[in-house]
């Protein structure tokens, strides 16, 4: 069975008890002339309208969002809960002014008969089986509607006991001559009445009006605050904010992250903060459906290092570096770099970018004194290359020997060499391009792997000035 359609039977089986159970009281009510018992055929007259309100609402909040309605329906039922505060509270307000009527200025006699027990007893095991089931489904679905109407109908057991108690006494003072204001006590009853229909409607007013003005649940904020202040990556919680519609709980937050985030790190930390802003507002409300929007705002990290803060800058303008050097001269810092710019640009343009990218560097960064940039332009040809590495045995055993002398011995394997194809004519020697793989020490430093690395480079290029690009790839044993 669908949680709408749960929902729809419960709340319909509640508009059949209160029609009969309303019905039932007025004719006995008529019959015996208790104020009590009238008070409680008003106070069940008032469940059936708030059944048929309920049932209403519970139909119409289940309904999706629509271009009308982004945050869907559920407002309905706090609706719906206010009007039955309401009507509530004039029918608490109606009996008070009888009792006190019949108390102090005119009295009225009544016809007693097993009728009037025998509703009233009626009324307490359909009431009683009423509020199970309704706060059996309310509980399960969180439905604030649901759980309001369970709270009227445990509130009508109460109220009905009180009636019969105020009966009873009428009836034995009437029938062993007891003092004759004991026999005011169904007016006294229907004070008790009126005071138990008050304070549930006190209540269940607080939480509706709460729903409607959008205050957010106790504690929660707090409760979000701790839990996604503890979130690694997360820098700052700059707003929090809740609000409930029927059984559903609206949080937003923005969170401030790292700026030199890429975007799929960013996404990966919104999910982490909304699963833990999930798990908050699951623990306050078990039951409610829970709809969380993260919004994340680029900040510079406490610990964020110059390297990042150069990277962030270039990608904001647009541009990539690489090859940064940061070197410190006397307490100052200078940094040099390449900057790739488009390969059709000019090179006014060019230097028109790297001079902003310099110049947003040094405004940000006030230890820095001075920022020197390589213009180069990124190469996106696939050139055509030929593996020579056959023709060339002595020159790549030469080779891998200078890389173990530096690496160690055995380290360097997998050499490749490759030249143009076809081979340009006219250029002697020939340029080639080397590929080497050479093994160092698993735990070493990548710091203290990539001088040695460049070492390699330079010892090749003195032997063999004819080289072209060298690109030597570094990795552990294991990867062997």
Do not use: C
Not at 47 to 69: C, G, S
Not at 123 to 135: G, H, P, W
Request: glycine share 4%; charged share 25%; no cysteine.
């Amino acid at each position: 069975m669908t949680a709408r359609r749960e929902k729809t039977i419960v709340a319909l089986s509640s508009v059949g008890a209160a029609i009969g159970l309303t019905a039932l009281k007025i004719i006995v009510a008529l019959l015996t002339g208790s104020l009590g018992i009238l008070a409680e055929a008003v106070h069940s007259a008032l469940d059936l309208v708030t059944a048929l309100m309920t049932f209403f609402a519970v139909r119409v909040a289940d309904k999706p969002a629509d271009a009308e309605h982004h945050y869907g329906h559920e407002k309905i039922e706090n609706l719906s809960a206010f009007i039955e505060v309401v009507l509530l509270i004039l029918t608490a307000l109606w009996v008070v002014y009888e009792a006190v009527q019949r108390l102090f200025f005119h009295g009225e006699q009544l016809d007693l008969s097993i009728w009037a027990f025998l509703v009233m007893g009626i009324s307490i095991i359909v009431d009683y089986s009423r509020s199970r089931a309704l706060l059996k489904v309310a509980r399960k679905l969180g439905s604030q509607a649901l759980e309001a109407d369970a709270l009227h109908f445990s509130s009508d057991i109460w109220s009905s006991s009180v009636v019969i108690v105020g009966l009873l006494v009428v009836f034995l003072s009437k029938q062993f001559s007891l003092p004759e204001w004991l026999r005011n006590a169904d007016a006294l009853a229907a004070l008790g009445v009126s005071i138990i229909v008050l304070r549930v409607s006190l209540r269940l007013a607080r939480e509706t009006i709460d729903a409607l003005i959008d205050r957010a649940p106790e504690k929660l904020r707090e409760q979000l605050g701790t839990e996604i202040g503890s979130i690694k990556d997360v820098i700052e919680i700059r707003r929090v904010r809740s609000r409930r519609a029927g059984n559903k709980t609206f949080t937003d937050l923005i969170i401030a992250a790292p700026r030199t985030f890429s975007f799929e790190q960013t996404h990966e930390l919104s999910e982490r903060v909304e699963k833990a802003a999930m798990d908050v507002v699951r623990r306050i409300s078990p039951q409610g459906e829970i709809d969380i929007v993260v919004h994340v705002e680029p900040v510079a990290a406490p610990d964020e290092t110059l390297s990042e803060q150069i990277h962030y800058l270039a990608k904001k303008q647009g541009i990539h570096v690489h090859d940064i050097h940061i070197q410190e001269i006397e307490g100052k810092l200078e940094a040099s770099f390449d900057v790739e710019v488009q390969s059709d640009m000019d090179l006014r343009q060019a230097h028109e970018e790297a001079t902003r990218l310099e110049q947003a560097l040094l405004q940000q960064n006030k230890l820095l004194r001075r920022v020197t940039t390589h213009i180069e332009a990124p190469n996106h040809t696939i050139l055509p290359r030929q593996d020579v590495t056959r023709h060339y045995t002595e020159m790549a055993q030469r080779i891998m020997h200078i890389a173990d002398m530096i690496a160690g011995k055995g380290s360097a394997h997998d050499i490749r060499l490759y030249r143009p194809a076809p081979q340009p004519e006219g250029r002697h020697p020939v340029e080639l391009d080397l590929v080497l793989h050479t093994v160092f020490d698993a735990h070493a430093p990548v710091s203290q792997v990539h001088i040695e690395a460049e070492e390699i480079k330079r010892a090749l290029r003195r032997s063999y000035p004819n080289l072209g690009s060298i690109i030597i790839h570094t990795e552990p044993p294991e990867a062997q």
